[in-house]
C-alpha cells in the first residue's frame, strides 16, 4: 500500500503525516493523527459532524481527501481552546446546556467560531442560516443557537472591560 | 475506497498530459459531489485530479468587454462574497448561495455542478438564462459550448475523455435585463430542488413590453432545458401576470419529469409552472431598477 506524505500547519503546528490516498481529511484526523474531537456523522457531507476550518473556510472533512490538504492550513476543535482556557462558544454551550449526546457538539462550535469570526454580531436569523449544515439529534437547536448569541454577549463584555 | 492516486497539476498542459497517462481519472474539484461517490462505490478511478492548483481553473474575473470568467474550480463563497458579481450578476448569487450549506459553498465549484449534469443541478438553470458558454480544452485545443448543450442525461455531460472544463464564461447581460433563480424543497436548505427555474427578461426602452427572455428549468426532466416556447410566450408582450401565466404554461408543457422519493410527476410539472412564473416576476422587478 503507497502512502504519501503530507505536510500541514496543524493547529498552529506544522507537521509532517503519511497517509493513503483515498483516506479523507476526516480519517487522517482520527485514524492517522488520534485528533478524535472531529465526529463521524453521516460520511457523506450531511450532518457537519466533521466540520473543520481548512485554509480559513469552513469544510466538511468527510468531503476532503487527505492529500489535498498539504501545504495547507487546518484547524480542529482541538485548536479552538487555547491550553486550558475555553473558547467563549465552549462556555456558552456549557451554560446554556447545548448538547446532550455532543456528537455533533465539536462540528457545531467550529461552524459556530467560523461565523463569529466573520460576524461577531449575527442574529438568531444568521445563526440559524449560517448552522443549516450541522444536524443534531438531541437538543432541536434552540438552546445551541442560544449559546452562540450567550458566546457573543460574552465577547462584547470582555471588549469593553 | 478502493486504492487511488492522488495528482496535483500546476498548470492546463500539466493536467492534459495527466489525462494520457493510461490511468483511468476523475477529477477533484470540490469533492462535494465526487469523494463521496467514490466512497460509496458509484464511481471508480485509478487516480484523482485535483484542478484546484490550475491557475484558469480559479480564476474570477471580469474582462474588460464585460464578460465574467469563473474558472471551473472556483467555489461558491467566492462567487457570492464578490462585490462586482453581487451587483452584476444578482441571479447567479441566487444560485450559489443556495447550493448546500456554508460547508459546502466553502468548497463546491460551479464546474463540478455543471460537470455531474445532475438533472437537479441548481446553477444549471441560473447559467442557462444568463446565456453562459462553457470553454473546455485539451490536448487538441479549445472550444466553448453554450451550457445549455451541455447536458446529455443524468450524469452525462458532453467532455471526451481527454477534455476537461476550464472556464464558466457569462457574456455582459443586456441593458434593462433582470434575472431571477428560484426552487422548492421541502425543508428551509440543504436539499436536492424538487425542481427548479430561472429566467431573464429584457425589456423594451420605455419598460412596456418584454423584448426578449430566457427560461430554463430543471429537475423536471433527464437534463436541465431552456424552455424556448416560454421565451416564445413572452417576446413583444406586456410583462404583467398574464404573459408570466402563459410562459409558466409552457415551460410545464416542456416538463417530463420522473416520480421519486422528492416528488411526483404531477407535483413536479406544476412546480415548473409556479416556478416559472415566480422567476419571471422576480426578474421582472430587478429588470425595472434599469430603466
Ligand atoms: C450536503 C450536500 C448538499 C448539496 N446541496 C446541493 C444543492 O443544494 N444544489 C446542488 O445543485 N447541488 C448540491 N450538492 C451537490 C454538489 O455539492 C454540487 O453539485 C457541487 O456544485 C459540485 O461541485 P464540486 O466542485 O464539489 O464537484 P466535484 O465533486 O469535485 O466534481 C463533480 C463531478 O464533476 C467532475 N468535474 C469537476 N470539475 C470538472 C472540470 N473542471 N472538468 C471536468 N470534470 C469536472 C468530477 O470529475 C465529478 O465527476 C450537495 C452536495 C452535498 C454533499
Ligand atoms: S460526517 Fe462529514 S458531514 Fe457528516
Ligand atoms: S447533542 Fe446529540 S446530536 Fe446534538
Redesign the pocket.
Known amino acids: 500500500m503507497r502512502r504519501t506524505q503530507v505536510q500541514i500547519r496543524l493547529n498552529g503546528e506544522d507537521i509532517d503525516v503519511l497517509c493513503e490516498p483515498r483516506q479523507t481529511l476526516l480519517e487522517l484526523l482520527r485514524d492517522e493523527l488520534n485528533l478524535t474531537g472531529t465526529k463521524e456523522g453521516c460520511s ?3 450532518c457537519g459532524a466533521c466540520n473543520v476550518m481548512f485554509n480559513g473556510r469552513l469544510v ?1 472533512s468527510c ?1 476532503v481527501l487527505a492529500p489535498e490538504v498539504d501545504g495547507g492550513e487546518v484547524t480542529t476543535i482541538e485548536g479552538v481552546a487555547q491550553g486550558d482556557h475555553l473558547h467563549p462558544l465552549q462556555q456558552t454551550f456549557l451554560s446554556e446546556a447545548a448538547l446532550q449526546c455532543g456528537i455533533c457538539t465539536p462540528g457545531f462550535i467550529v461552524a459556530a467560531k467560523a461565523l463569529l469570526d466573520r460576524e461577531p454580531d449575527a442574529d438568531a436569523d444568521r445563526i440559524r442560516h449560517w448552522l443549516a ?1 450541522n444536524l443534531c439529534r438531541c437538543t432541536g437547536y434552540d438552546k445551541i443557537v442560544k449559546a452562540v448569541l450567550a458566546a457573543e454577549a460574552q465577547s462584547r463584555e470582555a471588549a469593553t472591560r | 475506497m478502493e486504492q487511488i492516486e492522488y495528482v496535483r497539476p500546476r498548470s492546463l498542459t500539466e493536467a492534459y498530459d495527466t489525462l494520457s497517462n493510461g490511468r483511468r481519472s ?12 467514490l466512497r460509496e462505490g458509484r ?1 471508480s478511478a485509478d487516480q484523482v485530479v485535483d ?1 484546484k492548483h490550475v491557475p484558469e ?1 480559479m480564476a474570477l474575473r471580469f474582462l474588460d468587454d464585460g464578460t465574467l470568467e469563473i474558472g ?2 472556483t ?2 463563497a467566492e462567487i457570492y462574497e464578490h462585490p462586482e458579481v453581487q451587483a452584476k450578476l444578482p441571479a447567479l448569487i441566487d444560485s450559489a448561495s ?4 456554508i ?2 459553498q466553502g ?7 455543471v ?2 449534469a ?1 438533472p ?5 438553470p441560473t447559467l442557462i438564462a444568463l446565456g453562459a458558454q462553457l470553454l473546455i480544452g485539451s490536448k487538441r485545443g479549445t472550444r466553448e459550448l453554450p451550457v445549455e448543450e451541455f447536458f446529455r442525461g443524468p450524469g452525462q ?1 458532453a ?1 471526451e475523455q481527454d ?4 472556464q464558466i464564461r457569462i457574456p455582459p447581460q443586456p441593458a434593462r435585463s433582470g434575472a431571477f433563480f428560484n ?1 422548492f ?1 421541502p425543508r428551509n436548505e ?4 424538487v425542481a427548479n427555474a430561472a429566467a431573464r427578461i429584457t425589456l423594451s426602452a420605455d419598460g412596456s413590453t418584454i423584448e426578449d427572455a430566457r427560461v430554463a428549468i430543471g429537475a423536471v426532466a433527464p437534463t436541465p432545458l431552456l424552455a424556448t416556447s416560454a421565451a416564445e410566450a413572452l417576446r413583444g408582450k406586456a410583462p404583467e401576470r398574464e404573459t408570466f401565466e402563459a410562459a409558466g404554461q409552457a415551460a410545464a408543457a416542456l416538463a417530463n419529469p420522473i416520480d421519486d422519493m422528492r416528488g411526483g410527476i404531477a407535483q413536479r410539472r406544476h412546480l415548473a409552472r409556479v416556478l416559472t412564473i415566480r422567476a419571471l416576476e422576480n426578474a421582472y422587478n430587478r429588470a425595472k431598477e434599469g430603466i
Open positions: 457523506n457531507g450531511n466538511n468531503c449544515g | 476523475v477529477f477533484l474539484a470540490g469533492g462535494t459531489d465526487i469523494v463521496v461517490q464511481r484542478l481553473l471551473a474550480a467555489c461558491c443556495l447550493i448546500g450549506g460547508q459546502i468548497r463546491a465549484s460551479l464546474g463540478g455542478n460537470c455531474n445532475s437537479a443541478a441548481d446553477s444549471a455531460n467532455l477534455e476537461i472544463l476550464v426552487r424543497i440543504m436539499d436536492i430542488a
